[in-house]
């Protein structure tokens, strides 16, 4: 493996990044093989996992951003090789929920999977997310485990509290930004602050350091999920949020500046783009002429500069993978 800390020799993170998966992967495998008894149960989790891990090796180098916050504070990346793990498992579970509580179905290894089993198969990854962390009591820096896993299980239920307010609240017509806001942190801000923090403190590094690390995670999960509202404005990649009626940044702001008569053509528009598509595509290039799709990159450009400047702060080497995973998540301008 290529030395990641050296000066001299700073390959891209495409080409370390797959054998950097593989040690992740290589522990959720030995992390499975707590499951005893259940055959059944233990294959749909191998599913999970192996569908979960081809996309993320794929177009998800997110995943990594335990290990590169550690390679951050120049600590030894195979330390935070088990964050890195607990932390996809508890992703994986996650997105099982949310698939239950926002589609109502599961797709799984033998097509739609029964809700039940289902719910069984993301609790039982949240368990083994916990396993997942164990083997950190056996380095350097075991003192310091309790403190990551409550930290850990905190941001599990900030984040549980986010999908409740999601629930609730996204489903008004009259949601407000600053609600938006609220649940994107809890949801995915936490989600990935705890990732860059504890990566931060494995690897080693100063006060100062994990809280630019914490800082810049909570950024880029911030960002990762606008970027998500921008493109599912469009039905390129599939059906729009348009039609599945969710209420998303570039919808909320729009319905947000709009004058009143104005909002009201497009509240009717939304309504009916469930299942009128021409109602879908007026309903677009309203959102698009109030300005909600330039909002939403110029909020994702500000979260990439913060994200930026918590790294800058504390290392003014723009050469770490930190660094790069922004271009990889932000590649482009408002103005382009």
Known sequence: MVPVNSPALFPPLAEVAPAWCGLVHDHIEITLEKVEGCLDLS???????????KSKKEKWLFSLLPMLSCQFVDGDIETAVHLTAAWNLFHLAANIFDDIEDEGFVAGPHGTMP????????TTLLFLAQ????????????PLLP??????NQTGVQICVGQHQDLVEMAKPDVSLDTYWKIVGAKSGRFFEWAGRA????????PSQVVGCASYGY??????????????????????????GKRTL???????????????RLMTLLDQARQNHEA????????????????????????RKQAETALLAVVPDTRAYLFELLTIAFPFSPES
Not at 281 to 295: D, P, V
């Open 199 to 206: 990566g931060a403190v494995v690897g080693g590094g100063s």
């Open 115 to 122: 809700l039940a089993k289902a719910v069984n198969a993301a």
């Open 147 to 152: 403190e990551l896993r409550r930290e850990l």
């Open 280 to 303: 879908e595509i007026e309903a677009r290039t309203e959102i698009i002429r109030l300005g909600g799709l330039h909002y939403t990159l110029v909020e994702a450009e500000m979260r």
């Open 250 to 264: 570039p919808t909320i702001y729009a319905l947000a500046v709009a004058p009143v008569e104005q909002r009201r």
């Open 131 to 142: 396993s997942a962390l164990d083997p950190l009591s056996e380095i350097d820096r075991s």
């Open 219 to 244: 950024n880029l999960g911030i960002l990762l999920q606008i970027l998500d509202d921008w493109a599912g404005l469009s039905p390129d990649a599939g059906v729009s949020d348009l039609a599945l």
């Open 43 to 53: 294959r749909a989790l191998q599913w999970f996992v192996q569908h979960d891990w």
